[in-house]
Nanobody
Framework: VQLQASGGGLVQAGGSLRLSCAAS????????MGWFRQDPGKEREFVAA????????YYADSVKGRFTISKDNTENTVDLQMNSLKPEGTAVYYC?????????????????WGQGTQVTVSS
């Protein structure tokens, strides 16, 4: 499956952005979909994930209550709505897919990755 992330940009602290990940090649219904982020020199960090059905979601503690992941199996997309953004949220955000039905927060458990989209939150 090929993944294409979009929607990044520059936003002030407290603002919102919506990231979108478009999948092609295979339907996202077959995969657990996740969003990760990475700062230069740091490890890739789990942000959120959603199961193949779209019914169960998981979030990093740092984004709970502010970010929402959603999956549209008809449109073959996975979105990340980010509200109340903080400067520490500045990073390149990646969407990822893993085969199967179990969720993991470890990046090495994901099989496919998009190219990343830059999010910059100014203070």
């Amino acid at each position: 499956v090929q993944l294409q992330a979009s929607g990044g940009g520059l936003v002030q602290a407290g603002g919102s952005l919506r990231l979108s990940c478009a999948a092609s090649g295979r339907t996202v219904m077959s995969y657990v979909m996740g969003w990760f982020r990475q700062d230069p020199g740091k490890e890739r960090e789990f942000v959120a994930a959603v199961t193949w059905s779209g019914m169960t979601t998981y979030y990093a503690d740092s984004v709970k209550g502010r970010f929402t992941i959603s999956k549209d199996n008809t449109e073959n997309t996975v979105d990340l709505q980010m509200n109340s953004l903080k400067p520490e949220g500045t990073a390149v955000y990646y969407c990822a897919a893993r085969s199967g039905t179990f969720y993991y927060s470890r990046a090495d458990k994901y099989d496919y990755w998009g190219q990343g989209t830059q999010v910059t939150v100014s203070s």
